[in-house]
């Protein structure tokens, strides 16, 4: 059977306070423009604010519907 495709739009964000990264759906980046914890210092922010990428993942599905590899196709 022929390799498969799938495509993930992700956003790349980052606590402006102790500067760790995050990565999330861009839904809830973007649309939802929501406001988070960060794990690591407990600062709340806002994730569309704090956004420092956008990428879409081109992820390789096998025949059984599995994941066999992950690639960046894009910056949106």
């Known amino acids: 059977m022929s390799e498969r495709k799938a495509w993930l739009d992700i956003s790349v ?6 500067e760790r990264y995050y990565a999330d759906s861009s839904w809830y980046v973007v649309e939802m423009s929501a406001d988070i914890e960060c794990g690591t210092c407990h600062a709340t922010f806002n994730t569309k604010k704090n956004m420092t990428d956008r990428i879409m993942l081109g992820l390789k599905i096998d025949g059984k519907g599995r994941v066999q590899g992950v690639e960046v196709t894009g910056h949106v």
């Open 13 to 18: 964000i980052q606590c402006p306070n102790c």
